[in-house]
Every structure is written in structure tokens, then in C-alpha cells.
């Protein structure tokens, strides 16, 4: 059975070098493999010097007969225009961490912020008008995509750690730009962090206990969105009726939570309140987001990513024809998506009807039977009996040889229905999104 593996970030600094020689004293007498996993920002004229200098440092504890490993990964690209340096570069930091953390074998990941790191941090989302979730600060443990990333030096101060380098002589590296005031945290250390604590001694524990309070906050919250969610979010969009029932406080909550689990980022103060105050009044409405937008129907609020979201088209051509020989995603971008065709058991147009089919826009006088020994109606009425927003009922219509087979958004026509014992094929409308990589072809022509 292979050994147990651990990893540690190190940065060369004076945490991480007091962290990853703790680890190492720890683990040795247990068998764990300790690997070191270092970023280069290449943010700095020094970054090259730094990485050789924590190999180097690693590769002589080795020899010293420490089970260690050195792991380094260069970070690509650059901060983005009007993007800060610092939430790029924390990004990149951890997004290298964890492929080397998994290219390495290492489950548990280390990391050495500190009790005046955590301080620092909730401060700082103060400063930004945070909410409860940004005023936790940071967790002490916390998996992520298959790795646990701990913080086990989170609840002691800088001092102790300071004492620990002393201690033990070691050698951390000195980053300058901890002297650079352009960056905010930088700022607050070097020129707010003094005056506080010469004015309040304990402002350190205190800040950060004041987070641990949070922490236990923002983790009722989550359990209450979550039970409001499952009565007003059942099945994924957003039962508006249900969810006006709610206290405002557990509105906005609900709100956030439903919005997080569908665009899978934190939701802007500003979305928020916008949404409680016009979903209550909008019969439909639709709010564009960064990766998609959101769309209000029938008393219903729903996600659509921005893949999902079908392009602008031009008009579709007069008596376009399509061949369905078997079953295959046939592409119609002039549509904006494709026609999925797949074998079915009941249910669906018999192949043979599907060898020359027609294919045409709305025009207003179509009917549509929903079901055997319903009466045929209007599309409109059709879509609106449904349910059937209007950005799904995009797409041609199937005729074949002059009789509706097939109506994207309501499906196949019952009087098209193939008879017991024929060959047949179920049809459904795929706005474009990921066409490109499925199986099928066809044209229309």
C-alpha cells in the first residue's frame, strides 16, 4: 500500500517555510510523503531565483533524509485589463495548486494563513461591503473538486510563527512587493494595521473570533435556503408565488442560494435587489447575467447559460427539404440548433415518413394535436396550454408530405404518430449549444 502524501503550499516565505518544516517533523515518524508545491506567478523579476531557491531548499532537506518531494508549476497568461492583480494572481495560485495537488497524488493540501492573515481578510470584505458569507473570512477546512485545503496555523497569531523561524534558523524568502502600496491588503498592513493595534491591543483575536461567529451564521443561512429552496425551487426554476411568501430576509437568502446553485457564482448586492424588486411585478421579464441570463415565465425564474442561449438567425429559407435516412443530430444552423433524431420503441414518426421531410417557419394558421383523441388546436394555444416559454419554441417545423410532423417545444403530432410494429424515431429540438461535438449529420437543401 502506498504511503500517505500530504501537500503543502510553499512559497518560500516565512509561513510556508514554517509550515512545511513543521509538516515535515510531523510526518516523518508516521510514513506520510510530503510533497512541496510552489507557483511562479512570474509577476515578479525575482520569481525564477525564488523557485530555484525552494528547490534547492527542498532538495537539501532530502538529502537530509526528509521525505520530501518539490513540485513547481508556471502560471500562464496575465491579469486582464481593469482586473486586479491580486484576484488574478490568487486564482492562478490556486487553480496550479490543485493540478498539482492531483498530478501528485496529494488529497489534503496545506496552507499557511495565520489568525492576523484571517484578521486582514475580514476587514478587507468589510471594506468591500461584504455580506455574512465574505465577513467568515476563510475556512479552516474546506474540499474543493476532490482535495481538502486546510488552514491548520488559521486560529495562531504571526508572533508564534515569527518564533518558530527563530527557533529553528530557518532561511524564508523576503517578497518585495509586500512593500507595495498599489495593493489593498498591502496598504492595510502597512499602514492602518499598526494604528489599530496600538489603539485596540486585541484587535487580532478579536477579528478573527468575530469571523468564527460568521462562519457559524453563513452555515444556518445555507440550511435555511435550503429548506426554503425545496419549496420553492423544486424541480430547479424559481416558483415565484411561493417564494413572495417568504419573510424578506429568507427572500433575499432563498434568492442568493437559487442563484449560486445555477450560475454556480456569488450573486452581486446589486442583482439581488433588483430581482426582489421586480419579479414580484414582472409576467415576464429577462435579466442579463455574466454567462447567461435569466428569464421569468408563468410566475417561474430560470437559468439559461449563455450556451444555451440561441443566436440571432436569419430568416429561414422557403421549402427547405431535409433526408433523415436513420437516426443523428442533423445541424440547421440557419434555425439556430439542430433536429435530434433517435430510435424509439412508441411514441414517435415512422422512418419512412422522415425520408423527404419539409421544413418551415411559423406562418399562424397551423394546428397541433397533443395527444390521440385530443382536439386539434392552434400552435399558440398549444404553447400557452403547455407552458412553453418563447425563447423554446424556436426552430422549423417538420411536415412531411404536407401533414405537421413535428412542432419544436410541443413535440410530435398525434396524428403522426407511427403505427405497432413500424420503425420509428423520436424527434426533439436542440437550440445551439454543443452540436459540434455530437453524433449525426444532415442538410437541408
Known amino acids: 500500500m502506498a504511503p500517505a502524501r500530504v501537500a503543502v503550499a510553499y512559497s518560500g516565505g516565512r509561513d510556508s517555510t514554517a509550515l512545511l518544516h513543521a509538516t515535515l517533523r510531523a510526518a516523518a515518524p508516521l510514513g506520510v510523503q510530503v510533497v512541496a508545491l510552489h507557483v511562479h506567478h512570474g509577476l515578479s523579476p525575482n520569481a525564477d531565483a525564488w523557485l530555484e531557491r525552494c528547490r534547492a531548499t527542498c532538495e537539501a532537506w532530502a538529502k537530509n533524509g526528509e521525505p520530501l518531494r518539490f513540485a513547481a508549476q508556471r502560471v500562464a497568461g496575465a491579469p486582464a485589463r481593469g482586473e486586479s492583480v491580486e484576484a488574478w494572481a490568487r486564482k492562478a495560485r490556486y487553480d496550479a495548486l490543485h493540478e498539482l495537488a492531483v498530478k501528485h497524488g496529494a488529497g489534503l493540501v496545506l496552507l499557511a494563513q495565520h489568525r492576523r492573515d484571517q484578521a486582514e481578510t475580514v476587514l478587507l470584505q468589510a471594506l468591500r461591503g461584504a455580506g455574512v458569507a465574505g465577513l467568515a473570512g476563510m475556512p479552516r477546512v474546506i474540499a474543493r473538486d476532490g482535495v481538502t485545503w486546510a488552514r491548520p496555523w488559521l486560529g495562531y497569531p504571526r508572533t508564534a510563527i515569527e518564533a518558530y523561524v527563530e ?151 422557403e421549402g427547405a427539404t431535409l433526408r433523415i435516412p436513420r437516426g443523428g443530430l442533423y445541424r440547421l444552423p440557419e434555425w439556430g440548433g439542430a433536429l435530434k433524431v433517435t430510435r424509439a420503441l412508441e411514441g414517435g414518426v415512422a422512418l419512412d415518413a422522415l425520408e423527404r421531410v419539409d421544413l418551415c417557419s411559423r406562418r399562424g394558421a397551423e394546428q397541433f394535436q397533443a395527444g390521440p383523441g385530443r382536439p386539434a388546436r392552434s400552435l399558440k394555444k398549444q404553447y400557452q396550454a403547455a407552458g412553453v416559454p418563447e425563447w423554446q419554441r424556436q426552430g422549423p417545423l417538420v411536415y412531411g408530405a404536407g401533414r405537421l410532423l413535428f412542432v419544436p417545444g410541443l413535440g410530435i403530432d398525434a396524428r403522426a404518430l407511427a403505427r405497432p410494429g413500424e420503425r420509428q424515431m423520436s424527434l426533439d429540438w436542440i437550440a445551439a449549444t454543443d452540436t459540434d461535438a455530437s453524433e449525426g449529420r444532415g442538410a437541408a437543401g
Open 167 to 317: 527557533t529553528h534558523g530557518l532561511e524564508p524568502l523576503e517578497d518585495e512587493s509586500n512593500d507595495d502600496p498599489r495593493f489593498a491588503r498591502n496598504r492595510l498592513r502597512l499602514q492602518v494595521w499598526p494604528t489599530l493595534v496600538d489603539a485596540f491591543p486585541h484587535a487580532e483575536a478579536s477579528i478573527a473570533t468575530a469571523a468564527a461567529w460568521a462562519q457559524e451564521a453563513s452555515s444556518a443561512l445555507g440550511e435555511l435556503a435550503a429548506l426554503d429552496l425545496t419549496l420553492v425551487a423544486p424541480r430547479g426554476p424559481l416558483q415565484i408565488d411561493p417564494w413572495q411568501m417568504l419573510s424578506p430576509a429568507r427572500r433575499s437568502n432563498a434568492l442568493r442560494a437559487w442563484l449560486r446553485g445555477q450560475t454556480g457564482a456569488s450573486a452581486s448586492a446589486t442583482l439581488v435587489a433588483r430581482l426582489s424588486n421586480e419579479l414580484p411585478s414582472a409576467r415576464s421579464g429577462r435579466w442579463l447575467v455574466a454567462g447567461g441570463e435569466l428569464r421569468s415565465h408563468r410566475a417561474q425564474l430560470m437559468w439559461l447559460p449563455a450556451s444555451q442561449r440561441a443566436p440571432s438567425r436569419v430568416a429561414a429559407p
